[in-house]
């Protein structure tokens, strides 16, 4: 019911920066959540970062002030700006959104397809 579309990965040289965003399809579901995770080559799927609507941003240790996530709550957009890039950066970078339905049941969760961001000189 909810298609996540992401664009803006690619290739960079490390020191470098990038630019991600993801839309979110309209539903009648309340977006509790929206932000990013990665996986890198051979590593588990992990937090990058997220913004609670209305609510607390949250970042990743490794971001280490280098990221920037940011919403656009009536266009259901999420962004995250990258620079300082790094070869560890290297991921596949997934959107993903939360989507609140009630005291009474759980979360909903959707993941986008991920777009390959490869940090290499």
């Known amino acids: 019911q909810v298609e996540l579309v992401e664009t803006g990965g690619g290739w960079v040289q490390p020191g470098g920066s990038l630019s991600l965003s993801c839309t979110a399809s309209?539903?009648?579901?309340?977006?509790?959540?929206m932000g990013w995770y990665r996986q890198r080559p051979g590593e588990q799927r992990e937090l990058v970062a997220e913004s609670v609507t209305g609510g607390q941003t949250t970042y990743a240790d490794f971001v280490q002030d280098r990221f920037t996530i940011s919403t656009d709550d009536a266009e259901k957009t999420v962004h995250l700006q990258m620079a300082s890039l790094k070869p560890e950066d290297t991921a596949v970078y997934f959107c993903?959104?939360?989507?609140?339905?009630?005291?009474?049941?759980?979360?909903?969760?959707?993941w986008g397809q991920g777009t390959q961001v490869t940090v290499t000189s």
């Open positions: 993903y959104v939360a989507l609140w339905r009630g005291p009474l049941e759980a979360d909903l969760e959707y």
């Open positions: 309209k539903n009648y579901f309340h977006i509790k959540t």
